[in-house]
């Protein structure tokens, strides 16, 4: 797994991302890209929606996803976020 990646303009599982959120996708996906990203900036910046297509890509690509968060509220909101995207996806949460 992570062998493969997308390059380039790649259209987008979800098509309202905005172009910060599409570069950030793309950085993590790409081939070229970190084995590790930290995705960090205020409320209501679109962190969450640009990890849910992150995640989902990888998924795709066939690759096995590890998502932290500081908080549990932070990690259930990510996964509902999963599952309301993609119902079908496989996750396994763990915290305290």
């Known amino acids: 797994p992570g062998a493969r990646a997308w390059e ?8 309202a ?3 910060r959120q599409r570069e950030a996708v793309a950085r993590c ?3 070229s ?3 590790v990203a930290l995705v960090h900036g205020p409320f209501g910046t679109g962190k969450t929606t640009t990890l849910v297509e992150v ?3 990888r998924v795709l ?3 096995r996803v590890l998502v932290c ?13 999963l599952l ?5 996806i496989a996750i396994a949460r763990a915290g305290i």
Do not use: H, K
């Open 29 to 31: 996906c790409s081939s």
């Open 69 to 81: 968060a500081p908080s549990n509220a932070a990690v259930d909101n990510l996964a509902a976020a």
């Open 61 to 63: 690509l066939g690759d």
């Open 84 to 88: 309301s995207a993609d119902p079908s």
């Open 8 to 15: 380039g303009d790649v259209p987008t599982l979800n098509p």
């Open 33 to 35: 890209g970190p084995e």
């Open 55 to 57: 995640v989902r890509r």
């Open 17 to 19: 991302l905005n172009l």
